[in-house]
């Protein structure tokens, strides 16, 4: 109570700054209850990590190179909208995703683990762990299992009831980029040069498909000849698409720094890969990478916590999917 006489006996203008500064502190409240969090499920739900953890440890020692498929529909997914599970949405009649946008069709995988997951957490503790989040943790777990470094996921992200077809053919960096456009493709979702040559070294594992990189060994000449004769074998000037090809034809299947070292030799699967190395801005540190790997899984780690923290719903916003595949 006398709290309460002391504000009524204050001017007009003692009222006003003092709730103004009420109506801050509760903004600041709301926004920072809204940010992503390493421990966001530890009450909610416990046993979340090491459930995500246990499937991919199963499906990357059954098929090593799923390991390099969960990564990449974590980049597919913060590149197109932010990190929100997007990517995962199937098309409807009245309802058009992502996955068949150009960099998407035919071309990802691992949506049956996602859903395996899922289907696990939804048991464990039903409708609180989202399939972003499932997607961020994944990548680091697929990491982790064929060799690669560890990082501290942020967690708390919520699923789209959205997608967007056009912004995954505009906003995914494409293999035929120059280093400008994929310094600018980068660039616009907040990301530094650095954390760009960073993570692409995740082209230390994985394929491609002969349509992506076609161009480059029938048209390009900084390439290894004999790597240029080797891959044109089996990828013809026409036909034969979805004929595959390691990223990284040293280890494909192990997470090190040798896709920078095959740089250095012209040796780069995919056009864009070689813009790295060859006279550019980026030299330097792809030659750095190439001689420490220690730096590059330092570098790497950070940027995906980076890359995971990009516009992520959280708070009230979107919802948790009981099925990655469609809005509930």
Known sequence: MASLSGISSRTPLALFFFFFFFFLCCCFASTTSAQLSSSFYNTSCPNALPIIQSAVKAAVAKERRMGASLLRLHFHDCF???CD???LLDDTSGFTG???AG???NSLRGFDVVDAIKSKLESDCKQVVSCADILAVAARDSVVALGGPSWTVQLGRRDSTTAS????NSDIPRPDFNLTDLISAFS???LT?????ALSGAHTIGQARCTSFRARIYNDTNIDSSLAASLQSSCPSSGDDDSLAPLDASTSTAFDSCYYRNLLSNKGLLHSDQQLHGGGSTDSQVSSYAANSAKFFRDFASAMVKMGS??????????????CRKTN
Do not use: H, W, Y
Not at 310 to 323: A, K
């Open 80 to 82: 197109v909208q932010g």
């Open 85 to 87: 599970g997007s990517v």
């Open 98 to 100: 992502e996955k068949t």
């Open 103 to 105: 960099p998407n069709n």
């Open 165 to 168: 077809f056009s912004s995954a």
């Open 188 to 190: 616009d979702k907040g």
């Open 193 to 197: 040069t650095t954390d760009m040559v």
């Open 310 to 323: 990009i516009s992520p719903l959280t708070g009230s916003s979107g919802e948790i999917r009981t099925d």
